[in-house]
């Protein structure tokens, strides 16, 4: 099926790094979703953004709807150690399944 | 905010049986719910689309006799793997969705590691 385009695939970083990923479509999208996942768990919500443009926060991390509606990025600031999972991005229209890119798998170095 | 549960969290099960997973939306209803399917180190694959009091949707390539999903309520689906072989050991996860104007969300449950003998 069809799968967002999300870079990078995985990080190496040091505690106190800043972190930054993106997801890019061929299509446009309403809503983009942005989610955790640690090992053996499903995965948890930790952004929604609904309008294009739209910058949201939640505690260190910080992700934007892309102007076109294609795109969107996520940011953590000054990670720690349990940052460390798997990072999904996933877009949805109205009526519409949530469509998933393939993961950023960060590490975080203490 | 949204929590949903999952059921049983782990199952080992010997080949040729059939196991059943519940999915429930604890402080939300939910008239559709969602069975995916993950592999190792990959993202997720939907399986099917359950609606409330009707039939499920599955995607390509997904058998459903192989993979019963019933949803007889708002807040309860349940996917039960018929005949299970050892191609069917996976983690299995069933989201809820949540949608209010133009806004949506959904939520995911914790996974349920099939392992199959």
């Known amino acids: 099926g069809q799968q967002l385009n999300q870079s990078p695939q995985s990080m190496f970083i040091q505690e106190g790094e800043d972190v930054s990923m993106n997801c890019t479509s061929s299509?446009?999208?309403?809503?983009w979703l942005w989610y955790k996942q640690d090992p053996g768990e499903g995965p948890v919500l930790l952004i929604a953004?609904?309008?294009?443009?739209e910058l949201t926060s939640n505690g260190r991390l910080t992700a934007q709807f892309g102007i076109t509606r294609k795109d969107s990025f996520l940011n953590i600031s000054a990670s720690i150690p349990s940052d460390v999972g798997i990072y999904f991005c996933?877009?949805?229209?109205?009526?519409?399944?949530?469509?998933f890119g393939q993961g950023t798998e960060l590490s975080v170095k203490p | 905010g949204a929590v949903v549960s999952q059921h049983p969290s782990w199952v080992i099960c010997k080949s040729g049986t059939s196991v059943k997973i519940e999915c429930r939306s604890l402080?939300?209803?939910?008239?559709?719910m969602f069975w995916y399917r993950q592999f190792p180190k990959q993202s997720l694959m939907l399986m099917a689309t359950?609606?409330?009091?009707?039939?499920?949707?599955?995607e390509q390539g997904v058998e459903k006799d192989k993979f019963l999903i019933n949803h007889a309520s708002l807040t309860l689906s349940t996917l039960t793997v018929t005949s299970a072989h050892p191609e069917d050991s996976s983690f299995y996860i069933c989201?809820?969705?949540?949608?209010?104007?133009?806004?949506?969300?959904?939520?995911f449950g914790p996974g349920t590691r099939l392992t199959v003998l």
């Open positions: 996933a877009g949805h229209r109205q009526g519409g399944k949530l469509i």
């Open positions: 953004l609904y309008k294009a443009g």
């Open positions: 402080d939300f209803q939910a008239t559709t």
């Open positions: 359950s609606n409330e009091g009707s039939k499920a949707t599955y």
């Open positions: 989201s809820a969705g949540l949608a209010g104007g133009l806004r949506y969300e959904q939520f």
């Open positions: 299509s446009i999208f309403n809503t």
